[in-house]
């Protein structure tokens, strides 16, 4: 292969959305036409899943593959990128009849909440009767084409990316619609005879043939940009657009006289297909909850997917050598950690105890927390020196009733978010080997003194953060079925029997809701005798909304210290955002030198108090009392400003997933070095530590959409929590009251954009 | 407070190679081609990429050494960057992305050197002041907006469904 061929085959345009939608869909189409496939073999046969591929595969290549890197540079490329994105995607993509597939591909809350009151809306069903109306699909399909070849539209997205990516779009768009009377996928129904889509396709092939004419036969360049190109691989401006022409020539007639040709075939011989007739009513296409199999109303027992019957993972996550062999390899890790934070070099960036607690675990805790739940507290390392407490000493005491409330892990947890921030724990490994050996002591001797998971739930920061960010996670720990709890008369899941201990954490599975206080330690699922405990998904929203009765967690809408304890969190994760940006790192800096202080101590603790403590303190309550004042509501100040706290958590959730992985990505190669140097240290050979990748990796750009898409998340969850709770306590003007409790959800999304707007402490990286 | 390098997300906000073309011009023994994204070119992140070509045969060199020196014309600040292949999506390209430190008036000298043949090829643009970051980052706003609004079309016809649920005489 010469180089030439080799650099044109390499230029390829990886960008990771159009890659992750691509995906996502085909996952989607997929999941839907497993079960279609089953149930009506003949229409579902194996080719319309290929079809799918294939034509999300054209539309990818299409703005991927070295077709859009060339693009730019010679028209007839340009050009074929059009024909896949117009001609061969869009009727692939139909011919998969994607609606059906796609709609029971989603989740079946998302397909039954969510789309069904769409799905089912009399406007709506007009709306989509409309555009697939073949007049309004052609007319749009000839409009689109012939207007983004203007040279001014044209031109227009060859320089702009944004414009280039609305004018494929665009085709693709008009093409789906173009397309659809043509193929007309099931479950819709015709709204012309048959016959009339043979003039439907020959004037779409009339205005294809005289649009590539006009570019075969024109003597002078159509684009000022390709006729400036230089003439690669020797092909002149002229030339080229002739060839595009006849590209849009040959592959277009044959796409429209194809279909032309199938259809007089079927209307010659009516017995060969059954013909489909044009809909007597005004909506062509039935996309019903009888047709996605969701008539019945009643959701099954075992309609949420279920981690632990997922293959390998499952028989794992349940496995209780398992975790305990993970824990001690986290131990291990631990371990290293205080001995390198100790003993190697007091630079953060080259220090096992610079990078791995403060960058590489962190990120991972929040992806973990992201797409299942706290898998974290599954790993957590100091379940051993617990264990060995409880063995040791055998400890029989309860935790105080004065403080069985999270005050106290509250207060712990402040100090932390302080420490951190005034004394940058993160870029002191002898700090962070300290407080490492300090967790692990602190974990031995609370449960060496006190029963059940004493530090887990009333002491653990930790443990609080992943209690209050699960909130806000896709799964929980939770019963498979109710009938079964009902007829069960052991309890071992919180009582414990031959299956192994019950929840030390106090959760009685059966009143269990949500992932408050859960540690995922599967002590239930191995206790319960019927196997009825699973890893369930759920929605997002659900969590934060429930303010009834939690079995030993009691009625949380009530409860102060758990509202004040996600409070603290939420608008901790922008306290400790703040804390890294310049404009910010200015002020304190600014303020210190103002007062005449050596450091930013003061400042520093002052923003932290101010943002994490005061802010809260003084508008959640207002907000809430404004909110009552304009919707009569069945509930108090106090226990409002409380659900109000925890419907906040998601927006704070992405702030701290945000600021996480922003560190995660920006420093995760430094773990290479690092260990190199261990090694290099402890006498082995691992070559040169390659400090380059601690130091001078480009930024990803996808890192600033990645980072505001999560908050969009964060705010839309938060919004819709907002919402619900706002209808479980009043029936009047609950829009209105909505609107106003959102106001502190907004105002830390734009606090939050700010935020990620702003330069950024690059931590965990060396300097270049 | 220990000051770190700072790094502004915003600047990465992605562009591609290729677009607008700058020149095109013999310079013996190749033809050099020059573009640069975004069109204008602001204050920010650039993409100059740069194509070689065999003046007599079209075929491209890929192969030379690239180098970029960018001053600003008010301020005499100076800018050097490589642009090489690897940086490039379209790898018969030589690009460079670097951030354009002003703006204002930039002189460019492409310096190409490939065996025993140099040259350095002067062009100049003018990079505009940058947009707000709003006018960058709303298209990564907009989802949240749009599925607010869907959920409150979700109600609503939620809710109106459910009235006329509740209007319906029961026929029991
Ligand atoms: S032991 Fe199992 S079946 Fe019995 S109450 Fe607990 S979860 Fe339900
Ligand atoms: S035993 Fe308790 S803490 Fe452990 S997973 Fe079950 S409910 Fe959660």
Redesign the interface.
């Given at each position: 292969m010469s180089?030439?061929t080799?650099?044109?085959l390499?230029?390829?345009?990886i960008?990771p959305w159009p890659l992750v939608l691509a995906v996502v869909s085909i996952a989607i189409y997929w999941r839907g036409w497993r079960g279609l496939s089953r149930t009506q073999p003949k229409r579902f046969g194996r080719w319309r899943l290929t079809a799918f591929i294939a034509g999300v595969f054209a539309c990818w290549v299409a703005i991927a593959s070295?077709l859009?890197?060339?693009g730019?540079?010679l028209l007839q490329v340009h050009m074929t990128q059009h024909v896949l994105l117009m001609m061969i995607g869009p009727p692939l993509l139909l011919l998969s009849y994607p609606g059906i597939p796609l709609l029971r591909g989603l989740p079946r809350t998302a397909r039954r909440?969510?789309l069904g009151?769409?799905l089912?809306?009399p406007t709506v069903r007009r709306w989509f009767h409309f555009i697939t109306h073949p007049i309004f699909g052609l007319s749009l399909f000839i409009v689109a084409t012939w207007l983004w070849h203007v040279p001014v539209m044209y031109e227009l997205g060859?320089?702009?990316?944004?414009w280039h990516e609305v004018e494929h779009g665009i085709f693709l768009g008009t093409a789906l619609l173009f397309w659809w009377p043509v193929i007309q996928p099931w479950p819709s129904t015709p709204t012309w005879p048959r016959w009339m889509l043979i003039p439907y396709l020959l004037v779409a092939d009339v205005q294809n043939t005289v649009f590539s004419a006009i570019f075969v036969f024109i003597n002078t360049p159509i684009y000022g940009?390709y006729a400036?190109?230089?003439?690669?691989?020797?092909i002149d401006a002229l030339d080229d657009q002739a060839t595009a022409g006849a590209i849009m020539w040959v592959v277009g007639s044959s796409t429209f006289l194809l279909p032309v040709g199938l259809i007089i075939r079927r209307l010659l011989t009516p017995n060969l297909v059954p013909v489909p007739t044009p809909a007597s009513g005004k909506t062509p296409v039935d996309i019903s909850l009888t047709v996605l199999g969701d008539s019945s109303s009643r959701r099954p027992a075992h309609g949420r997917s279920d981690l632990l019957r997922m293959p390998i993972l499952g028989p794992a996550l349940g496995s209780l050598r398992f975790r305990r062999a993970v824990q001690w390899v986290m131990l291990g890790i631990a371990a290293a950690i205080v001995l390198d934070g100790f003993l190697g070099p007091q630079m953060s960036p080259m220090n096992l105890a610079g990078i791995l607690p403060w960058t590489h675990w962190r990120g991972f805790v929040v992806i973990a927390l992201l797409v299942a739940g706290n898998a974290f507290c599954w790993t957590c390392p100091f379940m051993i020196p617990r264990e060995l407490g409880k063995r040791l000493f055998n400890p029989t005491r309860r935790w105080p009733r004065a403080i069985r409330s999270k005050w106290l892990a509250a207060s712990l947890l402040l100090v932390y978010l302080w420490a951190y921030e005034v004394f940058?724990l993160w870029?002191s490994p002898w700090w962070t080997a300290w407080v490492v050996l300090g967790y692990f002591a602190a974990a031995f001797l609370v449960d060496a003194f006190f029963r059940g998971a004493a530090f887990c739930r009333w002491v653990c920061p930790i443990g609080q953060f992943h209690f209050i960010e699960s909130m806000a996670s896709p799964r929980e720990v939770a019963i498979r079925d109710a009938d079964v709890c009902k007829s069960c008369t052991t309890h071992d899941c919180i009582r414990g029997g031959p299956g192994g201990r019950g929840c030390e954490l106090d959760l009685y599975l059966p009143s269990k809701q949500g992932n408050l206080d859960c540690t995922w330690c599967m002590d239930c699922v191995r206790a319960c005798p019927h196997d009825n405990v699973g890893v369930l998904t759920r929605n997002m929203t659900d969590d934060v909304v429930f303010g009834g009765w939690r079995g030993a967690l009691g009625q949380i809408g009530s409860r102060v210290d758990l509202a004040a304890l996600a409070t603290l969190l939420t608008f901790g994760a922008f306290a400790n955002a703040l804390g890294m940006v310049?404009p910010v790192?200015d002020f304190?800096?600014g303020f210190a030198a103002s007062l005449g202080l050596a450091?930013?101590l003061i400042p520093?603790s002052l923003v932290l108090i101010v943002v994490t403590c005061l802010l809260p303190l003084i508008v959640l309550p207002v907000v809430a009392w404004i909110a009552m004042r304009v919707s009569a509501m069945d509930i108090g100040l106090r226990n409002l400003s409380c659900r109000l706290a925890f419907a906040l958590v998601p927006i704070g959730f992405s702030m701290w997933v945000v600021h996480m992985l922003?560190h995660f990505f920006?420093s995760l190669g430094t773990i290479v070095p690092v260990t190199q140097r261990v090694v290099i240290d402890l006498g082995g050979n691992a070559g040169d530590p390659a400090w380059i990748l601690a130091c001078c990796l480009?930024?990803?750009?996808?890192?600033?959409?990645l980072?505001?898409?999560l908050?969009?998340?964060g705010?839309?969850l938060s919004?819709?929590a907002i919402?619900q709770v706002t209808r479980t306590v009043t029936q009047r003007r609950t829009?209105a009251a909505a609107v106003i409790l959102s106001i502190p959800a907004v105002a830390l999304?734009i606090l939050g954009?700010w935020i990620?707007?702003?330069?950024?402490?690059?931590?965990g990286?060396i300097?270049? | 407070m220990k000051r770190l390098l700072l790094i502004l997300l915003l600047a990465t906000a992605a562009h591609a190679d290729s677009g607008l073309i700058r020149l095109s011009e013999t310079a013996s023994p190749w033809q050099v081609t020059v573009m640069t994204d975004p069109t204008p070119i602001r204050e920010g992140l650039v993409d100059i990429s740069v194509l070689i070509q065999d003046a007599k045969s079209d075929a491209a060199v890929l192969d030379a050494a690239v180098m970029l020196k960018l001053k600003h014309a008010q301020s005499g600040l100076t800018v050097s960057t490589e642009a090489t292949r690897q940086q490039a999506v379209n790898r018969l390209l030589y690009a460079a992305k670097f951030i354009v430190p002003a703006a204002g008036e930039w002189t460019v000298e492409t310096h190409i050197e490939h065996g025993d043949d140099a040259q350095v090829i002067a062009w100049s643009f003018t990079a505009a002041n940058p947009l707000p970051p709003l006018a960058v980052i709303w298209p990564w706003l907009l989802p949240a907006v749009l599925a607010i609004a869907v959920y409150a079309a979700n109600q609503r016809l939620r809710q109106s469904r459910g009235a006329a649920q509740r209007d319906q005489p029961n026929e029991h």
């Open positions: 180089d030439v080799r650099a044109i390499s230029s390829w345009t960008d070295p859009d890197a060339f730019g540079l909440e969510w009151p769409f089912a809306a060859l320089r702009s990316s944004f940009t400036a190109s230089p003439a690669l691989f020797s940058s870029d310049g790192l304190e800096d450091s930013s520093a922003f920006t480009n930024v990803p750009d996808w890192l600033l959409p980072e505001l898409l908050l969009d998340l705010l839309v919004v819709v919402h829009a999304l954009v990620v707007l702003q330069p950024m402490q690059m931590r990286t300097l270049p | -």
